[in-house]
């Protein structure tokens, strides 16, 4: 399975401010999907990104707030914007499994981001 | 809309045996995963159904039923290591996997 290198592992922002976390994969992956974690919660799907096209963002995200960029085939990034105390959560990358195997889905360590 | 329903909490003791019920709503159904979460780390996968039937890895086994919209996953001889969190989730057609609200479960000496 893939290997995903995200950071940073964590943060503490000021309000109004933005935070790029970065997500590298060791192999090329056609789809790359960004969570959100909040404390005590499931993973809720922000967006998902391919290569060479804008990302696909769930009903309560829109791009203005969580920009994402695709650059590659092996990397990602997602912006928090504007940061509130409400986005302080644990933010997750993941690639896409093998349909012909076992079909896991692959997670970077997460950024646990706190705004203060 | 989707959603998955799982429960809350589990309790159990060292070497027995857990079952986490899992029932779906969905659109563009492809499978179903199942994933462990220990507090402070990334989710970690557990196993995958397709098709009906029982899958087995080891201490962990699944089953899906589509008919019903139902799965459940199975952890046997259970130990200490496996207090987590064990979320059930959808893959859609398209890809995108969906998660449920995540089972404790807490293993007791």
């Known amino acids: 399975s893939a290997v995903i290198s995200q950071k940073p592992s964590r943060d503490i922002c000021q309000r109004g401010t933005s935070l790029t976390i970065q997500c590298q994969v060791d192999?090329?992956?056609?789809?790359m999907f960004w969570y959100r974690q909040q404390p005590g919660q499931s993973l809720t799907l922000i967006a998902t990104?391919?290569?060479?096209?804008?990302?696909?963002?769930e009903s309560g995200f829109v791009i203005d707030k969580f920009p994402i960029s695709r650059p590659n085939l092996t990397f990602s990034t997602l912006t928090v914007s504007n940061m509130s105390p409400e986005d302080s959560s644990i933010y997750l990358c993941?690639?896409?499994?093998?349909?012909?195997?076992?079909?896991?889905?692959?997670f970077g360590s997460g950024t646990r981001l706190t705004v203060v | 809309g989707q959603s998955l329903e799982q429960p809350s909490e589990v309790t159990a003791v060292e070497g027995a045996i857990v079952q986490i019920n899992c029932t779906y709503q969905?659109?563009?159904?492809?499978?179903l995963s199942w994933y462990q979460q220990h507090d402070g780390g990334a989710p970690t996968f557990l196993s995958y159904?397709?098709?009906?039937g029982l899958e087995e890895t080891g201490r962990f086994s699944s089953f899906l039923s589509r008919s019903d919209s139902y799965g459940y996953l199975l952890l046997q001889e259970l130990q200490m290591k496996d207090s987590a969190s064990y979320f059930c989730?959808?893959?859609?057609?398209?890809?995108?996997?969906?998660f449920g609200a995540g089972t404790q479960v807490v293993v007791t000496p």
């Open positions: 993941s690639v896409e499994g093998r349909r012909d195997r076992d079909y896991g889905y692959t």
């Open positions: 192999s090329q992956v056609t789809m």
């Open positions: 990104a391919n290569q060479g096209s804008e990302a696909t963002y």
């Open positions: 969905t659109s563009g159904f492809y499978g």
């Open positions: 159904n397709a098709l009906d």
């Open positions: 989730a959808v893959i859609s057609s398209w890809g995108k996997l969906q």
